[in-house]
């Protein structure tokens, strides 16, 4: 099994390479269920972001191993809200990046953060994730459909990192392809970045 670890990250950064940086370019947003389940998997920020939330907890351990993946669709769906309704928020674009950016680099680092300072942090996020899809919402074909669709997928690609993350109880060689996971993320996220700015 662990000879196949290094085809699993190739594949891996071949998906997040294979794809525009811009998850915000309103495509698949005029459709429903369908369309709100495939934009997360399609846009490579939403992506590394979304998987990166599971890693980071399954290596944080319980309780944050649920409570992350739990918080993130909540706190996500008031920021849905937020922008439906028109609410700003300010520099939302560099924010998704850094997300990819900072929590890359806390799996790459093995952060271990505190329960409120972890929940803080991907609650934040969660936040500018839902509310630049909550903008996009009112010209929806389907909005609820596409929602729940969202929240599905982001349910999914958390659990997918979650089981990634479980490889850091691999004493050997576990560990260290958790934290080079949460490089190649960094790595990313800090491409996406400097395309945000």
Sequence with gaps: MVYRLPAIVTALTAVFAATSAAAHDAVGVAGGLESGF??????????????????????????????????????????????????????VEVGIALSGLVLGL?????????????????????????????????????????????VISTGLLHVVGIAIGLLNDWRKIGPSVVRGCGAVIASFGLLFLVGAI
């Design 106 to 150: 806390a799996i790459a680092f093995a952060f271990r953060a505190p329960v409120w300072v972890a929940v803080l942090l991907v609650g934040t996020f969660a936040l500018l994730h839902g509310h630049a899809h909550g903008t996009e919402l009112p010209t929806a074909a389907e909005p609820l459909a596409y929602g729940i669709g969202f």
């Design 38 to 91: 495939l934009h997360p998997i399609l846009g490579p920020d939403h992506l590394i972001a979304m998987v990166a939330v599971g890693l980071w907890g399954a290596q944080l351990g319980r309780p944050l191993v649920f409570a992350l993946p739990v918080a993130f669709p909540l706190v996500m769906a008031v920021g849905g809200v937020l922008g439906v309704a028109g609410v700003p928020l300010p520099a």
